[in-house]
């Protein structure tokens, strides 16, 4: 069964963002529907897909060649 959203460390591990990095992507909005379940921040495997592919937005605001 397909995991439908992930915590920092494993969003960590599938994108080689820094949990720093993708805490900052949450507060700015870049992680939309990222959502808080008590202490832990969960990232849907969606919104990471999108974070990971070819153009997609990087950490700095900036597009990737």
Do not use: D
Not at 1 to 24: D, F, H, N, Y
Not at 31 to 53: C, M, S, Y
């Amino acid at each position: 069964m397909k995991k439908l959203a992930v915590g920092l460390q494993e969003a960590q591990e599938m994108t080689g963002i820094s949990q720093v990095t993708l805490r900052r992507m949450c507060r700015a909005g870049k992680i939309i529907k990222a959502v808080r379940v008590g202490r832990r921040v969960l990232i849907p495997v969606t919104e990471l897909e999108k974070l990971v592919k070819p153009g997609a937005v990087s950490g700095t605001g900036r597009t990737r060649a």
